[in-house]
């Protein structure tokens, strides 16, 4: 009778332990992203969730929260560093203040291109801001495509320096952003994403700047109409996961949450592409003047102090940014 308790209770433990092993196994994780529904991110990161469940047989698993649902980016960005969210979509904007690493790729005319953003991020230097992420919680699995940022206004074309300055121009709150502005003359005025289109319908600030669908999905071509291609900005976002949660990982998982990741870059990427087009048509039908800027040296000579204070504040990031200039 005894023999046949205690094997009894070696099967309860067992299916306790089994139970157990299970429920760890298929806890959910939860994704934050800021984008509404059908914006590239948007899709990507459903993309994202799909493929993880379908190449870890299940094993690994994500509910997304789109809209910014569980809080605002620089919240989102916290949580994830300590753990009360497991994977995010974020900007390098907002991170760089808590990464200096990241914070260089938001210094104005860093990147020729967004091709040459990509050979960046995908060698010597994107490892280093990698590292720079790691540190502070946070593991870069893909890089998705945040767009270039052009400055837009209600006032006159930019074709120069000199056209920006004694503009009011609204800026995200970081001060590289600030200090682009205030060096070309302007002045700078840091508020949040939400207030622009009426600052700018009131006048309160002259002009901003921002990417194709950004400009045109909130309607501020409507109220600003000069559109002037300096694609001073190229910043990209990073698809991260918190950096526990990622150490804990076996070496196969790390490697199927990687796949899945860049899998879905590759699909934001393309979704991207495509509106920004699809944006740049329809601001043009809408009458938007539009004005390139063939010659940006100007504008790239005016930003030496805006680096040289960087600099002088970061010396160890001296290497990272020549590099990065470097890249062919």
Known sequence: MNSLKKVACVVVAIAMIAGFAVSVQAKEWKGWNIHVAGYPNT???????????????????????????????????????????????????????????????????????????????????GDMINAGLAKKGLISLAWYDGGSRSFYNSKKPIKTPADVVGLKVRVMNNDLYSGMISALGGNPSPMAFSEVYQSLKTGVVDGAENNWPSYESTGHYEVAPFYSLSQHLIIPETLCINADVYNKLSANDQKILKEAAQESALLQRKLWKERAKASE???MAGGVKFNTIPDKSAFQAAMKPVYDKFLAQNPSLKPLVKLIQNTP
Do not use: C
């Open 281 to 283: 048509t329809k601001v």
């Open 43 to 125: 899709i990507a990161m459903d993309k994202f969730a799909e493929l993880l469940s379908q190449k870890s047989g299940g094993k690994m698993t994500l509910k997304m929260y789109h809209a910014g649902t569980l809080g605002s980016q620089p919240d989102a960005i916290e949580q994830v560093r300590l753990g009360g969210l497991e994977i995010a979509n974020f900007s390098l904007g907002p991170i760089g203040p808590i990464v200096p690493e990241a914070n260089v790729v938001s210094l104005p005319f860093i990147f020729k291109n967004t091709d040459h953003v990509w050979r960046v991020l995908e060698g010597k230097a």
